[in-house]
């Protein structure tokens, strides 16, 4: 029995508060369960999350109390927290001032303590961060940099506003505007910077094919593709008849332009574009037929899926 499961049932809409074997009893633990379901239990009632009423009836907190969910940082230092819908009806994001994030990075799961309700309809709740319960990650991308005889990392994005200590200058044969990987060794929090480990470097920023490995570092994406999906690349490649027009328009008499770079890794959107009578225009737009080669639920579908590709 998980926390998410019990959050889920004792914020149902007809949940009436238990105590905590009849709740145990209502969600099916068994009795070699219900040592682990009590510890639970404590846990999300020491985390504020539950709360006990009469009779130690297991119940919700208090609206005003706390609630749990995903930090997002500001550059101007303040951030919100978005609560989960698990800890009740879905409401507003609550604000955290500047200073009272501890070291939460955005997208982090959080606990926390409401303070002060909103001042007037439309305004947010303004909270503080009592506890980090999750990292979203501990390894970041950025660019490498020196300062004052020492490392540090330019983290990309929006996660930390600061530059991140890593130590000694040159590790790993780092240089300035390299594109590294780091390890978070100590979160930045107010009055205490960030600290890492350098543990991978990427190569000089810009040079070809940084770009992607830094954003295969940074989504932890898989670099290599299973051998299915190139069995299926290949074989696509090879039945492909750039003459068989069946069931295809032919455009080959228009002038079609890439709109790609010089430098793109594939050719896939293009335009054309020829006067009408009457003095108008007609543009045609060109976007590569991808489902001629890939079937549905195929080895190359499946895994475009799990790399976030259309």
Known sequence: ???????????????????????????HVSRTDYASFRATLKGLIQQGRLELGK?????????????????????????????????????PD?????????????????????????????????????EVLERATRQFVGTYFEQDG???????????????????PGAKGAKTNDKVVVEMVRFPSPGLEGQAVLTELLGPRGAPGVD?????REYNLAENFPEDALDEAREAARRFDESDHAGRHDFSAETVVTIDPTDARDFDDAVHIRPLPGGNWLVGVHIADVAYFVRSGAALDREARKRGTS
């Open 150 to 168: 020492q490392g540090w990392v330019r983290v990309d994005g929006t996660v930390f506003f600061e530059p991140i200590s890593v130590g000694d």
């Open 212 to 216: 992607t490995l830094s954003i295969i």
């Open 1 to 27: 029995m998980t926390a998410h499961d019990i959050l889920t049932h004792v914020h149902q809409k007809n949940y009436k508060p238990l105590p905590a074997k009849a709740l145990a009893h209502k969600l």
């Open 94 to 130: 609550v604000y955290i001032p500047s200073g009272k994030a501890l070291d939460a990075a955005s997208g982090d799961e959080v606990l926390v303590r409401v303070v002060k309700k909103p001042s007037r309809p439309g305004h947010n709740p303004e909270g503080r961060v009592m």
């Open 55 to 91: 009779n130690r009836s297991v119940r919700p907190p208090d609206p005003h109390g706390t609630v749990t969910g995903v930090y997002r940082g500001v550059r101007a230092g303040f951030g919100f927290v978005r609560p989960h819908v698990s800890d009740g009806p879905p409401g």
